[in-house]
């Protein structure tokens, strides 16, 4: 889920800049080490709008940068348990379908794709539903529901989808349940 939040930090400050602009020097560096870096308990800083305050200006042992608290403006991305995301397919392997969803990769595997069987088309890198006419490949968009995360770091981040759930998966998938839907409502009230 995307959120705008006011953080509290500290900025190093290179010694570089010092004489600058300091409002600027310190976005500048807060770009520099949080912007597209997972924060732990906020996620992934997808911008820093702006510093509401500057305090301090600590210079630690051998460290020519100073070190500013700071409270700023950010936009995260954090991925949340249960929540429904849209995401393009970015790769398709035969584990399954890498989907991108904001700046975070998930996975969504082969057992997780539809209720049926699913192959691997090595050739066209494509996931093959045995019995329906549904496929999954490169440039895809779909919605899937997020059933696992794990943050730790950003070599390291674990994102598991699934699209296993009416409402779930391409737009074609979604329209064909909900005909189907219909007409089994229609039938029973026959």
């Not at 440039?139 to 943050?151: F, K, Q």
């Not at 409502?185 to 026959?190: D, G, P, Q, S, T």
Request: aromatic share 6%; hydrophobic share 35%.
């Amino acid at each position: 889920m995307y959120k705008r939040l006011t953080v509290e930090d500290s900025v190093r400050v290179p010694p570089e800049h010092l004489g600058d602009d300091l409002e600027e020097s310190v976005q500048a560096g807060l770009k520099e080490e949080v912007e597209g870096e997972i924060q732990e308990g906020l996620g992934v800083v997808i911008g820093v709008e702006e510093v509401n305050s500057i305090e301090g200006g600590d210079i630690k042992p051998e460290d020519a940068g100073v070190h500013y608290d700071v409270e700023y403006q950010a936009i995260v991305y954090e991925p949340e348990l249960h929540e429904v995301v849209h995401g393009e397919v970015v790769d398709v392997t035969g584990f399954g379908a890498f989907v991108r969803i904001g700046p975070f990769d998930g996975l969504c595997h082969v057992s997780q794709v539809m209720d049926e069987y699913v192959n691997y088309d090595e050739e066209n890198e494509m996931l093959v539903a045995e019995e329906e006419n549904f496929s999954v490949s490169v440039g895809d968009v779909l919605i899937s529901r997020i059933i696992a995360v794990s943050l730790e770091n950003q070599e390291s981040n674990k994102i598991n989808l699934t699209m296993r759930q009416p409402g779930l998966g391409k737009d074609e998938w979604i329209e064909k349940y909900e005909e189907e839907q219909i007409s089994e409502e229609e039938e029973a009230e026959a």
